[in-house]
């Protein structure tokens, strides 16, 4: 069992910055991909960026050039730098962990979300 505890939500003024932090505990996979999705009020659930164990990343095209994924994995963390913030960023962030299992399925597992809101 995998826990995801995000934080760094707030509230911006539109071109400001945001980084959001989250950590996991609980059993550990050593083949897993962490990231982060999105979800504004009425909409999907998007991706914004995920990272694997191995450090190969995967971006939304709204947030290239914007937002920067990074991970620690000694520490379990993984963290999102969201500059130049748009109000179209808003939403609630959560937290994605991916548990690739060897001869099993994939285990998903999602943080509660943090509250991430841009004003124009």
């Known amino acids: 069992q995998v826990q995801l505890v995000e934080s760094g939500g707030g509230l911006v003024q539109a071109g400001g910055s945001l980084r959001l932090s989250c950590v996991a505990s609980?059993?550990?996979?050593?083949?897993?991909?962490m990231g982060w999705y999105r979800q504004a009020p009425g909409k999907e659930r998007e991706l914004a960026a995920t990272?694997?164990?191995?450090?190969?990343?995967n971006y939304a095209d709204s947030v290239k050039g914007r937002f920067t994924i990074s991970r620690e994995n000694a520490r379990n963390t993984v963290y999102l730098q969201m500059n130049s913030l748009k109000p179209e960023d808003t939403a609630v962030y959560y937290c994605?962990?991916?548990?690739?299992?060897?001869?099993?399925?994939?285990?998903?597992?999602w943080g509660q979300g943090t509250q991430v809101a841009v004003s124009s």
């Open positions: 609980g059993i550990m996979y050593s083949d897993n991909t």
């Open positions: 990272m694997t164990i191995g450090g190969n990343t």
């Open positions: 994605n962990y991916r548990a690739e299992r060897r001869n099993s399925t994939p285990r998903i597992y």
